[in-house]
């Protein structure tokens, strides 16, 4: 009898696993409980999805923040190599760009969603929208899935439910409630890769976009860590890709809900210029600017809506004419340029971390199959288990990599044709 597999979540991972497994001759149930599937993938990338990142396995290892290790049969067994080829495969051309992130050619996440359902439905896989599975049962050597209105028996379930965050898009940790009830212990849930919000108003900073700065978190008793590229003011803080991968490096520097006891968030405006070459820039505006008030010559230097900022910094009137600045107070304009300084107040909460750190404990989980040590025909794939990495394209490596030895270890488990 044909071999018959529930995947519980139609994201990234549900999808791709059970596209695999279809590939390999088994039947394929796909519950979604929206009425559509992909829904968090089409938001990814901000509408472009970054769909891996160009890298090594090595690589990925580097860029993933919890339990890398448990990640190396999986990453090493399906690579972002292979991602790309396969999505090449299905019609949907990819591009790199800035730090190896991979896109569809098109822009388009919606492509990717499309690409992923079709390769699904042509195989004969069969989707389930609107149904909510509400639990997940071992039944001797089958499962069975408990939807609203019903039950069905499987030889195996796959849940790939996703994590807690952006619960819009359907993901909100259901997977965790079938795993506890399963007897898996859960890593308390928190938002990752989330904005960083400050002290300082900087209402009138929303919407500037800073590309090619260093942003360091620094903490006292601690050693700073530091991301160059591009960061975003909001409203009440700040985000955007180097902020986001700060955010998720921010375990031990903030209390469980996520606020900081103490730390500066320092930007280098000038990354590429040491203070003295800094110096000489800067003697070099003022002397052209000369009879000028200062705020109307550092426009030359960096955005209009971050002078006040920084002369208020540097201690410097921005109505003071460029020919009388000190050498004192270039140097400390100098001083500021490097090290801009803001005070972080909290991280982003649950709702708004692009991924969720925490989840499935994997000590539970067989790291070669992701199948569920403590339940024989029940596995676990993408964001509900408790692994997350930075950003550019790894958090989809890691969905698609998760369900490809899931899908891999069903069908050798049942000896179908590969
Ligand atoms: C705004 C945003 C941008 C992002 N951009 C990127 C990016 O560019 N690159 C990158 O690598 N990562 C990105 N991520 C992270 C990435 O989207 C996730 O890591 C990835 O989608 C996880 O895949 P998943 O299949 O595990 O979970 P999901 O994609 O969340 O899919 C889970 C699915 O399960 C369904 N579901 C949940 N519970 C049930 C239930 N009880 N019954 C039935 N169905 C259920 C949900 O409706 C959902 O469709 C982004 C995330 C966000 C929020």
């Known amino acids: 009898m044909a071999v018959k597999v529930a995947v519980i979540g139609a994201g990234a991972a549900g999808l791709f696993a059970a596209a695999q497994l279809l590939r390999r001759g088994i039947s394929v149930d796909i519950y979604e409980r929206n009425d559509r599937v992909g829904k968090k993938l089409s938001i990814t990338g901000k509408g472009r999805c970054n769909l891996t990142n160009k890298c090594t396995p090595a690589q990925v290892f580097e860029n993933v923040v919890t339990n890398p290790k448990f990640l190396f049969s999986a990453i090493n067994s399906f690579t972002p190599d292979d991602t790309i080829e396969y999505f090449e495969r299905l019609g949907v051309p990819t591009k790199e760009e800035r730090g190896r992130r991979v896109f569809p050619q098109s822009d388009r996440a919606a492509d990717v969603v499309k690409a992923l359902e079709k390769d699904v439905t042509s195989r004969g896989g069969n989707i389930r929208l609107n149904t909510r599975v509400l639990a997940v049962n071992r039944l ?3 499962a069975e899935a408990i939807y609203e209105g019903g039950s069905e028996r499987y030889d195996c379930v796959v849940v790939a439910t996703g994590g807690a965050s952006y619960k819009g898009t359907g993901s909100t940790g259901d997977g965790y409630s079938f795993a506890k009830a399963l007897g898996n212990k859960i890593i308390t849930p928190r938002a990752a890769l989330v904005p960083i919000y400050l002290k300082e108003d900087v209402t009138s900073l929303a919407g500037l976009s800073l590309k090619n700065v260093t942003a360091t978190i620094s903490s006292p008793g601690r050693a700073d860590i530091s991301m160059f590229g591009e960061m975003l003011f909001m409203h009440r803080g700040v985000s955007g890709p180097i902020i986001l991968s700060l955010s998720s ?3 031990g520097r903030v209390n469980e809900r996520g606020e900081f ?7 280098d405006l000038k990354p590429a210029l040491d203070e003295e070459k800094l110096d000489r820039r800067i003697v070099r505006d003022l002397s052209e600017g000369h009879t000028k008030a200062i705020k109307n010559v550092l426009p030359a230097l960096m955005p209009k809506s971050l002078i006040p900022f920084v002369l208020k910094q540097a201690g410097i ?5 460029a020919c009388d600045v000190t050498a004192r107070e270039r140097e400390s304009l100098v001083a500021t340029v490097k090290r801009l300084n803001f005070t972080p107040s909290h991280l982003g909460g649950i709702d708004e971390g692009i991924i969720t750190s925490g989840g499935v404990d994997v000590k539970q989980i067989d790291p070669r199959d992701c199948k569920d040590k ?7 794939i993408g964001e509900v288990l408790d692994v997350d990495a930075l950003t550019g394209g790894y958090n ?3 969905a698609f ?3 490809y030895i899931c899908a891999r270890g069903i069908a050798e488990r049942y000896n179908s044709a590969q």
């Open 396 to 398: 989809l490596q890691i």
């Open 140 to 142: 001797g050597a089958k």
């Open 401 to 403: 990599s998760t369900a």
């Open 249 to 251: 490096l921010c375990a």
């Open 374 to 380: 403590l339940a024989d025909n029940i596995y676990f």
């Open 261 to 267: 006891s103490s730390a500066s968030l320092l930007i």
């Open 317 to 321: 009137s921005p109505e003071r004419r």
